[in-house]
């Protein structure tokens, strides 16, 4: 059977991957396989208004769901957790 939560998920995750570079033409700060979650605490991390911004803002949006919402994509992103199963085994 079709997993159709896992479907909308990464199509999910594609479409904020997509915004995250879309909004900022020409920005080095803007990376094409990472959600705005995970820019926002990264930038945040780095003291820049753009993460001191929007972290608290997608973090609130989020909220719901868990605390810390931008920090877990970051950390799921760093261990590679939106890329399929056989391409996390192969970073170094």
Not at 63 to 76: D, I, N, Q, T, V
Request: proline residues 5%.
């Amino acid at each position: 059977m079709y997993n159709w939560k896992q479907w909308f998920l990464q199509l999910g995750v594609a479409f904020d991957q997509f915004v995250n570079v879309a909004i900022t033409p020409g920005s080095a700060g803007a990376w094409a396989d990472e959600t705005l979650s995970s820019r926002a605490y990264r930038m945040y991390k780095k003291g820049k208004l753009w993460g001191r911004f929007w972290m608290p803002v997608i973090d609130w949006l989020f909220r719901p769901f868990g605390k810390e919402h931008c920090k877990h994509s970051y950390l799921a992103e760093s261990k590679r957790l939106q890329s399929p199963p056989e391409a996390r085994d192969n970073v170094k």
